[in-house]
T-cell receptor, first 109, second 114 residues
Framework: SQQGEEDPQALSIQEGENATMNCSYK?????LQWYRQNSGRGLVHLIL?????REKHSGRLRVTLDTSKKSSSLLITASRAADTASYFC?????????FGAGTTVTVRA | EAGVVQSPRYKIIEKKQPVAFWCNPI?????LYWYRQNLGQGPELLIR????????DSQLPKDRFSAERLKGVDSTLKIQPAELGDSAVYLC????????????FGSGTQLSVL
């Protein structure tokens, strides 16, 4: 069973635009992580936000966490063609890292 | 530094045949994971090792799946016999600490059961 649910399932944007995707989860967590997966490849860790943090930045990535709503968002600013990938949120809780079904992002040149 | 290495990259077998996947984690990483990823879905945990010990195998279908991590380094995941529903990508990941923070994934083995 998957703990997190990403929204939207798919997103198509123009190069240079921002991309925002959301993750909702069900149970309490220690931290929430975002991973990227390019087609046919393994997942790559992007960023981790702990349960006592509300916002975190890393380069063009901005992550927010609202534990009262059990939700998180990932913002990619000034998107590039290389950002085309699937993005997964993963919740760390109950000694288990559980992934959502992902958001597929397509960046058009 | 080499990443997580998995082999084979692709495997096609007929149902009821056995199959094995191999994983070499990043050197020094004590925690090793096997995940299964169905098409269009996120990875689902099968088993997690801390050194040689399987600390979470609650999601491993033990009637047909087995795993081992001898000497706390390389790991092998086996399916015997394979069923049509086992077609998926099998991902291995490792992390340096005994927590679930920042996993490093291999490229996976794509299994097709015909």
């Amino acid at each position: 069973s998957q703990q997190g649910e990403e929204d939207p399932q798919a997103l198509s944007i123009q190069e240079g635009e921002n991309a925002t995707m959301n993750c909702s989860y069900k149970t309490s967590i220690n931290n929430l992580q975002w991973y990227r997966q390019n087609s046919g490849r393994g997942l790559v860790h992007l960023i981790l936000i702990r349960s006592n943090e509300r916002e975190k930045h890393s380069g063009r990535l901005r992550v927010t966490l609202d534990t009262s709503k059990k939700s998180s968002s990932l913002l990619i600013t000034a998107s590039r063609a290389a950002d085309t990938a699937s993005y997964f949120c993963a919740t760390d809780g109950d000694y288990k890292l559980s992934f959502g079904a992902g958001t597929t992002v397509t960046v058009r040149a | 530094e080499a990443g997580v290495v998995q082999s084979p990259r692709y495997k096609i077998i007929e149902k009821k045949q056995p199959v094995a996947f191999w994983c070499n984690p990043i050197s020094g990483h004590n925690t090793l994971y096997w995940y299964r990823q169905n098409l269009g879905q996120g990875p689902e945990l099968l088993i997690r090792y801390e050194n040689e010990e399987a600390v979470d195998d609650s999601q491993l279908p033990k009637d047909r799946f087995s795993a081992e991590r001898l000497k706390g380094v390389d790991s092998t995941l086996k399916i015997q016999p394979a069923e049509l529903g086992d077609s998926a990508v099998y991902l291995c990941a490792s992390s340096p600490r005994g927590t679930n923070e920042k996993l490093f994934f291999g490229s996976g083995t794509q299994l097709s059961v015909l």
